[in-house]
């Protein structure tokens, strides 16, 4: 099998940095080891001068004449980023990202700012951690034989484990042809049917949205296989565990048996959103944060209806599991192929948790899918996990109040 398994950090090694000895000491250890790489992508992204204030503490990082150069305060910075020490801790260690600090409103910038914090995110990643930027042409897609791999290819349960594996690895994503009967979909749509009433607006167990008509419809139906024995079974058959496995590295399904854990959601993608979260945008999701920890996970959607074009098909970046570059929007630069990925009744999609995608809002039809994840064997505490779910939650709160699809 073929690992997708890159991770670079441990959470026993996190810990809570001085921040001034580190801007004094670490920082331009760092920049001596990794200025030129870091260069290169700032060059690329048209990255401006990056001012950072900590406590009593400030510095600038301005790609200049083949390198990062810095110069303490920041008078001459473009963008100034304000962060408490836990904050600056975790973006250096890569349990936050300045999205996740955004959308907490640790940090709070106007909009053209923001975006160039966000250009940074590699650049810094550069610096810290010495993997380079992506470079156009860099990522190329053969099969193991050196003939050209068939980004639109679908797999189908008759195929090996092994050519799975290689085309997973390779390009972040999976269309798994298929997979369950329509006959077992039928009966989830109508366990679906029969769970909505069950679930309210605020319950923490759901996500809702408003159409144009004024309706207001949930979306999003979690710890879903406490309303569906035939979602129980679909957890428990050997064709979901087939899927786990299919990296080697070790992906837990997650599920014990308990209806107390949020093992997977059932979605429900209406027509003419316009409030609230359903179809997100182009985003990694590490886009807020412990990408070094936790990748690759995999997630894992199960098409309980078909979809296209018209009915919300999911798309994605392939190869950008590989590549270095902005988790949340797609940047003009990038080369790498989109591919939309319809799917029938049955089929399953699979991408990793540092692949990009998004959902497209359907047009014409509904769409319904359901989704869980395998995650990487992992001992310990994980660190900053608290604060990142912090995050997602906020984010959720803000988005449903909001015009839809404008926010991960």
Not at 211 to 217: A, M, Q, V
Not at 301 to 325: E, I, K, P, Y
Request: aromatic share 8%.
């Amino acid at each position: 099998m073929f690992s997708v398994d890159i991770r670079s950090r441990l959470d026993s090694d996190a810990e809570q940095i001085d921040s001034e000895v580190w801007i004094e000491t670490k920082l331009p250890f760092l920049l001596e080891q990794n200025s030129l790489i870091a260069y290169e992508g700032a060059q690329m992204l048209g990255c401006r001068p990056l001012g950072m204030r900590v406590l009593q503490k400030s510095f600038t990082l301005t790609p200049s004449e083949g390198e990062i150069k810095l110069d303490l305060g920041v008078s001459n910075a473009s963008v100034v980023v304000d962060l408490d020490e836990i904050s600056f801790s975790d973006l250096v260690q890569d349990i936050q990202t300045p999205q996740s600090l955004a959308t907490s409103k640790v940090i709070d910038l106007p909009l053209k700012e923001h975006f160039r914090f966000l250009k940074w995110w590699p650049v810094l990643r550069a610096i810290i951690d010495g993997r380079s930027v992506y470079k156009p042409g860099e990522i190329d897609f053969s099969n193991q034989d050196g003939s050209p791999l068939d980004l639109n290819r679908s797999f189908t349960q008759e195929d090996s484990d092994e050519e799975i594996s290689w085309f997973l690895s390779q390009t972040g994503f999976l269309h798994l042809s298929g997979w369950w009967s329509e006959d077992l979909m039928t009966k989830i749509s109508n366990d679906m049917d029969a769970a909505i009433g069950k679930y309210k607006r605020g319950d923490g167990r759901s996500w809702w949205a408003k159409t144009k008509e004024g309706t207001d419809r949930c979306v999003r139906l979690q710890y879903f296989q406490a309303e569906s024995e035939s979602v129980k079974e679909l957890l428990t058959d050997y064709r979901h565990e087939r899927i786990a496995a299919i990296p080697g590295d070790g992906h837990d399904i997650g599920w014990d048996g308990s209806d107390d854990l949020n093992v997977i959601e059932a979605l429900i993608k209406p027509i003419g959103v316009v409030e609230g979260i359903s179809d997100l945008p182009w985003h990694k999701d590490c886009s807020l944060g412990r990408h070094s920890y936790d990748c690759s996970s995999m997630t894992v959607g199960v098409s309980v209806t078909g979809a296209d074009s018209r009915s919300g098909q999911l798309s994605v970046v392939a190869g950008s599991h590989r590549a270095n570059l902005q988790p949340n929007f797609i940047h003009p630069y990038l080369d790498l192929p989109i591919i939309d990925l319809p799917t029938k009744a049955g089929d399953v999609t699979v991408h990793l948790s540092c692949t990009l995608h998004m959902s497209h809002p359907p047009v014409e039809k509904e769409r319904r899918v359901m989704y869980t994840s395998f995650v990487l064997p992992h001992k310990g505490k994980k660190i900053g996990v608290d604060r990142i779910s912090k995050v997602r939650e906020e984010a959720y709160m803000k988005v449903s109040q909001a015009p839809s699809n404008k926010m991960d």
